[in-house]
């Protein structure tokens, strides 16, 4: 045992030259007495009393310094304020959360929490140990990292919050603050709409000033306007100005009334998402339903299943091409009686999908709701309580292996994420330009992050402890799948 203090101190500074301070107890030396045990990077909040708030099933009754760490990687995100540490006090069980980076490589550090748009393979925590496990949390666009929609990418999480209804801590409702939500205002009358129709406004509305975008919807929504007339106010696509009451983005993309009620003139929305994804539905979808607007929808593909009953909305992939939808919203348009039947949700006896009814109902988490936890503290949580029953199952089998058989590993798969390679909004891709903008960006983002998951997937099986060396581990792979095949 007197050999290993030296041995643990050559390893630990090896590990550590990238961070600018000792740790504590980094890892297991076997014997604590022979680990470096210097102030600790949590001190202030080591000391403090254990607070007195507790879920009625938490009967932790451990100080903040024997609580299992969960370390938030991006720290922008970091769910508590002031400070850079804080203990929480979940469901089941408690834990210290914090944004400091020097507890990394601690032993008690047992889970790493991402933000999937900041989660970058070349400043990943390496090398990657093997007691810590990693959580994502990626509520947002497919679009902003196409690293996670790789098997080999959004396998290096144990625990994932997505849209995606297969996620562990599933988000696929976020944009939808509640039932009311839907129901209220109630849609303008169809004589008013029809009122508008006969003033000039055409009988489709499309705004958007995000234009180069995965979905690649502008190509799509081109087509359409050769075969329906469309009112495009946005700056992709313009053809009309806005009222000046609205000229000011802020209110334009906001939820203000007069902005709601000049929207809610039109017959329909074009609601294309900027990135397509089973489960991946945004204010896009559900705004249109709040201001009583058909939403002519493209992006979950499944999202058949979340509307308010059967005859909510206009599917675009339900028709063959543009000019097959054009004819649809034109009888549509025709036919104030089948027009009127896409509006019989505003009534809420028509609101019958149970999926709809119940993800709202029992989702834990409120949106702009102060009764309940936000996502992210509820995604803590979440991850807190499944750690300590998993640090609880590893005790139990290391004292009695035959009476508690080891943990399963658990890791997410492409049903937590999985979204596909961007394709042309409209049309073969063989037939769009080399110079096309949407050509040039996205289908190459797409494969590079598959290159970056697999660098980082590298990294990890070779130890690698500097993450700015995911080039030379994407090269070799480069030159061995050049090679080997
Ligand atoms: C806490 O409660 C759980 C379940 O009710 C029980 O199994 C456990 O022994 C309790 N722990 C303590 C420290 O009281
Ligand atoms: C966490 O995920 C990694 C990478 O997929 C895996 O190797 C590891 O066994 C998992 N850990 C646990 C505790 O499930
Ligand atoms: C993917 O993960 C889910 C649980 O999150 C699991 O039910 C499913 O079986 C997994 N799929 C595959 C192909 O491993
Ligand atoms: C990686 O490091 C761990 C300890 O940090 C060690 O147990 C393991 O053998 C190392 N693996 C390789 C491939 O070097």
């Known amino acids: 045992m007197a050999v290993q203090g030296p041995m643990v101190a050559a390893l630990l500074f090896g590990l550590l030259k990238a961070v600018p301070c000792w740790g504590q107890a980094l890892v297991d030396s076997g014997d604590p007495k022979e680990a470096f045990q210097p102030q600790s990077a949590l001190s202030d909040m080591e000391f403090t009393t254990v607070s007195s708030y507790r ?17 938030w990687w991006s720290a922008g995100l970091f769910p508590h304020f002031p400070g850079d540490t804080e203990r929480i006090d979940c469901a089941r069980s408690s834990c210290l959360v914090t944004r400091n ?26 090398p990657r ?7 994502l949390f990626h509520e947002e666009s497919p679009m902003n990292n196409y690293v996670l929609s790789h098997a080999a990418g959004i396998r290096l ?16 409702l976020q944009w939808l603050p509640s039932l009311e939500y839907l129901l209220v205002p109630p849609a303008a009358s169809l004589q008013e709409k ?34 329906i007339e469309v009112d495009s106010y946005g700056k992709c696509l313009n053809n009309k100005p806005l009222p000046e009451r609205l000229e000011d983005t802020g209110t334009a993309t906001g939820e203000d009334a007069q902005f709601m009620s000049f929207v809610g003139r039109y017959k329909f929305h074009l609601a294309l998402e900027n990135g397509l994804c089973p489960d991946y539905m945004t204010e896009k979808l559900w705004r249109p339903l709040h201001q009583g607007c058909v939403p002519v929808y493209r992006g979950s593909s499944s999202v058949a299943d979340w509307l308010p009953n059967d005859h909510s909305a206009v599917l675009i992939d339900d028709f063959p091409s543009p ?12 036919d104030d009686e089948a027009y009127a039947r896409l509006l019989e949700y505003k009534d809420p006896r ?21 009764s309940k936890p936000n996502y992210l503290n509820g995604f803590e949580c979440f991850v807190c309580d499944e750690e300590n029953q ?19 590993p658990r890791m997410a798969n492409n049903s937590h994420m999985g979204c596909p390679l961007p394709a042309p909004g409209y049309g073969n891709i063989e037939d769009i330009a080399p110079s096309d903008g949407w050509l040039q960006m996205w289908p190459q983002d797409y494969w590079q992050s598959l290159d970056q998951a697999e660098g980082l997937v590298s990294m990890i099986q070779h130890n690698e402890s500097d993450p700015s060396l995911l080039w030379n581990h994407i090269q070799e792979l480069a030159v061995k799948r050049a090679g080997g095949h």
Request: net charge positive.
């Open 55 to 71: 879920g009625p099933g938490n009967n932790d009754s451990r100080g903040n310094k024997e609580l299992p760490i969960l370390l």
């Open 101 to 126: 980076r020097k507890v990394q490589l601690y032993r008690r550090t047992s889970a790493i929490v991402f933000y999937g748009t900041d989660f970058r393979a070349y400043e990943a925590p390496l």
């Open 129 to 135: 140990l093997p007691h810590q496990t990693w959580a």
């Open 157 to 172: 999480f144990n625990y994932t919050a997505t849209f995606r209804r297969e996620s562990d801590y599933p988000l696929t």
């Open 194 to 227: 029809n009122r508008w129709r006969r003033a000039g406004l055409a009988p489709v509305v499309y705004m958007q000033s995000h234009c180069d975008v995965p979905s690649d919807r502008d190509r799509y929504v081109q087509e359409l306007m050769k075969y």
């Open 323 to 334: 000019h097959e939808l054009a004819e649809h919203l034109r009888a549509l348009d025709a």
């Open 350 to 370: 028509q609101i019958t999908n149970t999926r709809l009814l119940e993800g709202l109902e029992n989702r834990e988490w409120g949106v702009n709701d102060m």
């Open 390 to 408: 998993r640090l609880a199952a590893e005790r139990a089998h290391r004292k009695a292996p035959t009476r508690h058989p080891p943990t399963k």
